[in-house]
């Protein structure tokens, strides 16, 4: 499985940015997608993440202005980000669960800054 993100860059506090995260292979045996990131000098957390015919879950510091979604014709998960703060500025990456095994892609950078 492999899985390729992008859409990040360089943003002002305030602005919107779209992630995307392309999955290779088949959708069989997949459970969930989702974004984690990871500040300079912070543990990863988990950004959002959607189960299979679940409810989508996000931290608690991005509920109202992230979004996610995802497209299992096109192996594609997405992140909405709007309203983004300096805070938010981390290397964002996609995973996905298959068989209970989680899958890492190579990040994309998300700057927050004036």
């Known amino acids: 499985v492999q899985l390729q993100a992008s859409g990040g860059g360089l943003v002002q506090p305030g602005g919107s940015l779209r992630l995307s995260c392309a999955a290779s292979?088949?959708?069989?045996?997949?459970?969930?997608m989702g974004w984690y990131r990871q500040a300079p000098g912070k543990q990863r957390e988990l950004v959002a993440g959607i189960v299979s015919g679940g409810i989508p879950n996000y931290a608690d510091s991005v509920k109202g202005r992230f979004t996610i979604s995802g497209d299992n014709a096109k192996n594609m998960v997405y992140l909405q980000m709007n309203n983004l703060k300096p805070e938010d500025t981390a290397v964002y990456h996609c995973?996905?669960?298959?068989?209970?095994?989680?899958?890492w892609g190579k990040g994309t950078l998300v700057t927050v800054s004036s």
């Open positions: 292979g088949s959708s069989v045996g997949r459970n969930a």
């Open positions: 995973y996905a669960n298959y068989y209970g095994i989680d899958y």
